[in-house]
């Protein structure tokens, strides 16, 4: 069998060249990086839990209408999806301060906001991602203003679905990023969800307890990553309880 073509290595995961034009084969790593790759892990498991979550959270998001470049999942770390143009902007949705927002205007973490909040910085890790205004992507061609409004109404319908969803299960949904994608069918373009929607890109804290149960637990080394997204989808009925254990078994003599 012919060796498949590597498109792109990222972070966390690794893309290549579909089986049909215009679709991509998206395979999860274990990696797991922070502070634009300053800390980095191997943290066994964590792929399959994200390609099962993304494959959870993209699914239900082509349910009710709202489109992302999700296919179909074709093993324990790949999926298959549609090729886009990556729109190459992070699409940060906040409910609650966190994180970078705290840090930059001094809001406690767990603050609620008192709408959701929506920020763009532009995809470039050299330069750590900067945070940038509508002027800047409308300046720089990033995005037309028709682009702008459907990504801020893509990134609003994604976070009532995501905040219901995770609130079902006990989980508040601080903040999230999205990547979008742009697709040509035909005459026509049109703007979808692409790249991942996992407990990597996402906060989620207990609603009880405040319990981290998402990337901030290996940025700031609270305990087992691993066991914090299987906490997720198990809740979430991603991953049934009595699954097989996702990381390598032990011979047994
Ligand atoms: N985020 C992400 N990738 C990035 C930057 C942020 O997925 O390169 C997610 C992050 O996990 C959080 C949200 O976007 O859910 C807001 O992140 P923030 O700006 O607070 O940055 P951080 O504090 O993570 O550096």
Known sequence: MARR?????GKA?????????GTIVQYFKDDATA????????????????????EFFMTGLNQIGVPTHFIRRLNMREQLV?????????VIVRNFAAGSMSKRLGIDEGTQLPRPIVEYCYKDDSLGDPLVTEEHIAAFGWASQQDMDDILS????????????????????????????????????????ADEISPDSCRL??????????KDVFRRDLGSLTDAYTEVATRLGVMPKNAAPITK???IN
């Open 13 to 21: 995961k690794i893309l290549y060249e579909g089986p049909e034009p």
């Open 5 to 9: 073509k590597k498109i792109y290595e």
């Open 154 to 193: 893509l990134a609003l319908r994604v976070n009532d679905f995501l905040s219901g969803v995770m609130m079902a299960v006990g989980i508040r949904l601080v903040d999230f990023k999205i990547e979008i994608g742009r697709v040509y069918d035909g005459d026509f373009q049109r703007l979808i969800v």
């Open 249 to 251: 078994p032990t011979l």
């Open 82 to 90: 549609r090729q886009v143009e990556i729109i190459p902007l992070e």
């Open 205 to 214: 804290w207990d609603m009880e307890t405040g319990q981290k149960l998402d």
């Open 35 to 54: 502070f634009n790759a300053q800390k980095k892990d191997v943290i066994e498991g964590k792929g399959v839990l994200n390609n099962r979550l993304s």
